[in-house]
């Protein structure tokens, strides 16, 4: 069943209301308080309309509670702090949201982007050497990513298979997005190298997973503890040890991080996206761009185009600039 389409008043009313259900909840609570302690739960798995809550009660024992929001709130997901109350010994109702820092949201082929997460610190683009990763994948993501306003982290994953034969072509890549400034690491989720220097950057920070299917991206969640889970609420470690399907989005509380793991995150779909932000996921490009003789550049064959100087020049890179107008292509096809 489709939610009724609210007129500009009931939302105002709305607003109003959840506000104030919020000053009831944090009254008394200090000014400088950190904005979890202003929330007492926060979203980490979502069924639709069902979901389960963490409390943020340190003075309890870590626990989730099943709760349903009310009708007049927007759609939650995972990562959403909420002001909820008990129902039951098993149950709550979630009656307000806090303001979102950001929103995780994945751009589907009818140019909607589907919310996924909220309050994210970082996004991991997992890679490995099998399946082999392509630069016009890695750029994709890239630029859903920039448009989003989040910061992302490229982990090449499964460098225990590296060898003689494809570790000079793979090398050769990840060194295009060294040069660009983009971080990168190198872990194995099987042995566990690298794994310890990728815990310290995710240090106390929550990030969400994508990638390719097979890259590894729940046994990377695996060797970053998802076992320390297992104390939480009815949870088990051993549902979820070793290569597991990801059927819903779950914040997972590792060893140093929090980790969103959610399914069908192999692919973004950029059609929609206008030049202006295609662009802007091609760093290096857009700040050369803002150099071109005319606005209107296509950045092609037009005089005084700062991007082809540049190629011309060698000041960047090939392949960069062929992924830009691939996309570019899918953008204008209608």
């Given amino acids: 069943m489709r939610k009724r389409k609210l007129s500009k008043q009931q939302i105002s009313r709305i607003s109003e209301k959840q506000q104030r259900e919020i000053e009831a909840f944090t009254d008394g609570i200090s000014s400088n308080a950190s904005i979890n302690s202003k929330y007492n739960g926060r979203i980490i798995s979502n069924f639709g309309k069902q979901l389960d809550v963490e409390i943020l009660d340190k003075k309890q024992p870590p626990q989730i509670v099943r709760c349903h929001q009310r009708a007049n709130l927007p759609d939650l997901v995972t990562g959403d702090l909420v002001v909820w109350e008990k129902e039951s010994d098993e149950t709550g109702i979630i009656v307000a949201v806090c303001e979102r820092q950001n929103l995780f949201a994945k751009p ?19 890679l490995s050497v099998t399946p082999q990763p392509f630069m016009n994948l890695i750029d994709r993501y890239l630029v859903a990513i920039d448009n989003l306003g989040l910061e992302p982290l490229l982990v090449f994953n499964k460098i225990d298979l590296l060898n003689d034969q494809n570790s000079s072509e793979l090398d050769s890549m990840l060194s295009v997005y060294e040069t660009l400034g983009y971080a990168i690491k190198k872990v194995s989720a099987l042995t566990g190298e690298g794994i310890r220097e990728l815990e310290e950057t995710l240090l106390a920070k929550t990030t969400v997973l994508v990638g390719q299917s097979g890259v590894g991206k729940s046994s990377l969640v695996n060797r970053l503890g998802l076992a320390q889970i297992a104390e939480v609420g009815e949870l088990s470690s051993k549902k979820f040890k070793g290569t597991h399907k990801t059927t819903t989005t779950r914040l997972f509380h590792l060893r140093s991080c929090d980790v969103i793991d959610s399914p069908g995150m192999s ?8 030049k202006a932000e295609l662009l802007s996921g091609f760093k290096e490009l857009k700040a050369l761009a803002r150099n071109c003789k005319f606005r209107d ?38």
Wanted: glycine fraction near 4%.
């Fill in 108 to 126: 589907d082929t009818t140019g909607n982007r589907k919310p996924i997460a909220a309050n994210i610190d970082i996004v991991l683009i997992v």
């Fill in 267 to 274: 692919e973004f779909h950029l059609r929609h996206f206008t």
């Fill in 297 to 334: 550049c296509a950045h092609q064959t037009e005089p005084g185009c700062a991007i082809q100087e540049a190629l011309t020049a060698g000041k960047i890179f090939p392949q960069r600039l062929e992924n830009y107008f691939k996309i570019l292509h899918t953008v204008e096809t209608p």
